[in-house]
Every structure is written in structure tokens, then in C-alpha cells.
């Protein structure tokens, strides 16, 4: 069964700062894996999809890489902004085809940039 | 990009009604659409998979009689919370993909609080 685990669980930083979310997945057969965002009673917005056969994608000030083999995936996001203050989730997609392959989110960190 | 609608986006009912939520997929098709649950300060927990023209495919430990999917067409899931209870108070999400592209990205309704009195 797959889990994945997202460290920190919470994270504050001061605007401008660079900072690092980390996400880590026990089973490695997957078709691709999906960055989240999530604002306090509101719902997803996707942020970055990265295939299985794929290294990074890159959106603005967000870069998230994958490293199937060791089961991780980091979301970068460089001078950070109070507006960017939120839940991210990274979910994973199995490897089974087809669009009824599941999802398998995270825990969440729950990201608090200061003024 | 695409657009997942989920309505109603917060409701209050009474202890043993039933209350139904709607997903649908506005400008795309989806075979399959997805069910979550999340309680506070938690992640999104699967439910069920909701299957166009078929039955749905429920997640262990959750109740087919007490959560009702329908998905009749290739815009609409349903999910109706039977006989609520205060347990059942959670938010709940839908999610569906394109039908033409099996490895793009999940789009997700904006989520329905459900508070049982």
C-alpha cells in the first residue's frame, strides 16, 4: 500500500525567503506525482505535475523535482511571499494506466510566510 | 485549464437526513471522478470511485449504503450522505480527469462543508 509523507509538517519563514517541501513515497511504481495547493476551507489547485519518466517542472518561482528511485520529491519555491502562505500537498498517481488510477496524497505542510 | 464544479460548497443538516453534493466536470469529460474526505488539519482520504454508467468503487472501510454515488453521465457524480450524523461533519472534495488523457493532472472541485446538527 502506498504512503506518503510530507516533512515539515508546518513551516514558518519571512518573506524572501527560499525554502524547501519535501515529500517522500514508499512505492516507486508511480505514473506521476502532483503538487497541491490548499488555502484554509477552500479546495485544490494544482500547482506542478511531474511525469514518471521526468526530473522537474519548473512554473514561475516554483520548481519541484522527482527522484523515483528513492521515492522523493522536493517543491522549491524561491522568494517566498506572504500570498504563498498555505497547505501544500503532494499526491502521487499509482502505476497502474488509465485515468481511474487513484491518488495517494500526503500529509500536508502547512506553510506561514511572514511579513 | 480545466474547470470541476462541486456544489453545494457548504451545507447544515440535521441528524438523520440525507444530503447530496454535486460534482461536474464543465468543460472536459470524465469516465471517473473521485471522492475525498478531510477532517481538519488532516489530507484527502480516498472514498470512492465513481464510475460512469457503472457502480462505484468504494475504498475499505467505507459504508456503500451510507455514502450513495451516482454517476450517470460523463459531466456528473453524485454523492449523497444517507441518514448524516454528526461523525459525517467533513469536507468533502471531488476530483476527475480528462477521459482522453490518462496521465494529466486531476482537477478538483472546490470542496463542500458538510456540518450535521
Known amino acids: 500500500k502506498q504512503e506518503v509523507t510530507q516533512i515539515p509538517a508546518a513551516l514558518s519563514v519571512p518573506e524572501g525567503e527560499n525554502l524547501v517541501l519535501n515529500c517522500s513515497f514508499t512505492d516507486s511504481a508511480i505514473y506521476n506525482l502532483q503538487w497541491f495547493r490548499q488555502d484554509p476551507g477552500k479546495g485544490l489547485t494544482s500547482l506542478l505535475l511531474i511525469q514518471s519518466s521526468q526530473r522537474e517542472q519548473t512554473s514561475g518561482r516554483l520548481n519541484a523535482s522527482l527522484d523515483k528511485s528513492s521515492g522523493r520529491s522536493t517543491l522549491y519555491i524561491a522568494a517566498s511571499q506572504p500570498g504563498d502562505s498555505a497547505t501544500y500537498l503532494c499526491?502521487?498517481?499509482?502505476?497502474?494506466?488509465?485515468?481511474?488510477?487513484?491518488?495517494?496524497f500526503g500529509t500536508g505542510t502547512r506553510l506561514q510566510v511572514t511579513l | 485549464g480545466a474547470v470541476v464544479s462541486q456544489h453545494p460548497s457548504w451545507v447544515i443538516c440535521k441528524s438523520g437526513t440525507s444530503v447530496k453534493i454535486e460534482c461536474r466536470s464543465l468543460?472536459?469529460?470524465?469516465?471517473?471522478m473521485f471522492w475525498y474526505r478531510q477532517f481538519p488539519k488532516q489530507s484527502l482520504m480516498l472514498m470512492a470511485t465513481?464510475?460512469?454508467?457503472?457502480?462505484?468503487?468504494?475504498e475499505q472501510g467505507v459504508e456503500k449504503d451510507k455514502f450513495l454515488i451516482n454517476h450517470a453521465s460523463l459531466t456528473l457524480s453524485t454523492l449523497t450522505v444517507t441518514s448524516a450524523h454528526p461523525e459525517d461533519s467533513s469536507f468533502y472534495i471531488c476530483?476527475?480527469?480528462?477521459?482522453?488523457?490518462?496521465?494529466?493532472?486531476?482537477?478538483f472541485g472546490q470542496g463542500t462543508r458538510l456540518t450535521v446538527v
Open positions: 465513481s464510475n460512469e454508467g457503472s457502480k462505484a468503487t468504494y
Open positions: 499526491a502521487v498517481k499509482g502505476g497502474d494506466t488509465g485515468t481511474a488510477s487513484k491518488l495517494t
Open positions: 476530483s476527475a480527469r480528462d477521459r482522453r488523457w490518462e496521465n494529466t493532472e486531476a482537477f
Open positions: 468543460d472536459f469529460q470524465a469516465t471517473t
